[in-house]
C-alpha cells in the first residue's frame, strides 16, 4: 500500500481552534457512562469489520487485503475515466470518493475529538460521529479520512483503558490502504499489544514505527516526554530492539535477492 499523509486535522495546530469551539461537558464521566459510550462505538466498529467480510467472504486478513486492493485498483481505475491524470500515489483517494462536505465534516469532528483527551467518553462520542458520516460499506476506500478517525479512535480507547476494543480498532486500521507504513499507526498498535502482554508483537510492531521514523520525531527524546508520542523507556528499548531486527531481516533479503 503507498503511505499517504494523515489529514490536516492531525496537526497539533488546530487543537486551540477545537477547544474553541467545543461546547463544555461537564466533569469526569463516570464508568457506567463510559461503557454506554464504548458500546455505541463497538457497534459502529462492528459495522466496519462486517463490510470487510462482506467483501472478502472470510475473516481470513490474507483474503481481506487481497480482495481491498482489487477494491482499489477498480476505483482508482474509475477515477482515471474521469481524470487520466489521477495518481493514488499523490492523491489521497478519500478526495475524491467522498464529498467535500462529508470531508469537512469530519474534519471538524476529528478537531473536536482532538481536544478531548481529558474527556474520553465525549471524544469516544465524537470518534463514533466521524464514522457514521463515512460509507460503512466502503470505508476502506476513504483513505486518510477513515484512517485518522480510527487512530484517533483506537488512542483514546488505549489511553481509557479499553484495550480489547483499541486493538480492534487497530487492527482494522491497518486494512486502509496508506496506513501501512504510516509510523504512528505502528507505534499505537504495538503499545496496545504491549499493554496487553504481546511482548513479540509489540516489539514488531514498535520496531517498525521507530523504522519508519526517519525524522526521529516519533520517538524524539522519549526519556524527556517529547516528540509526537511519549513512551517510557522499555517500550523505547523494544523498538529498538524491533528496529534491528527488522533492519538485518531486509539486509539479508538484499543480499539473497543480490
Known sequence: HPVLCIPACADPSCRSLAMAAEPEVGPRASASSLEATLSLYETELGKW?????????????????????????????????????????????????????????????????????????????????????LPADQFYLCGTTASYVLMGAGDT?????????????MRLVMFIPGTIGT?????????????MGDVEGATVELGRALFLDEGGELFETVSEGKGKASIDPELFEM????????????????????
Open 49 to 133: 469489520w462486517d463490510a470487510l467480510e462482506a467483501l472478502a467472504g472470510t475473516m481470513d486478513a490474507e483474503a481481506i487485503c487481497s480482495c481491498v486492493d482489487r477494491a482499489t485498483e477498480e476505483a482508482v481505475a474509475r477515477q482515471r475515466e474521469v481524470d487520466s491524470t489521477f495518481d493514488p500515489e499523490t492523491c489521497d483517494l478519500g478526495e475524491v470518493t467522498l464529498s467535500d462536505k462529508v470531508r469537512t465534516g469530519v474534519d471538524m469532528l476529528c478537531l473536536r475529538a482532538n481536544a478531548l483527551d481529558d474527556k474520553p467518553e465525549a471524544a469516544l462520542k465524537i470518534w463514533a460521529d466521524a464514522m457514521r458520516l
Open 239 to 258: 523498538a529498538k530492539r524491533g528496529a534491528a531486527e527488522l533492519q538485518l531481516e531486509m539486509e539479508r533479503i538484499e543480499h539473497e535477492e543480490g
Open 157 to 169: 480507547l488505549h489511553k481509557s483503558g479499553k484495550l480489547d476494543a483499541a486493538l480492534s480498532t
Open 183 to 195: 509510523p504512528y499507526a505502528h507505534f499505537l498498535l504495538g503499545a496496545v499489544k504491549a499493554e
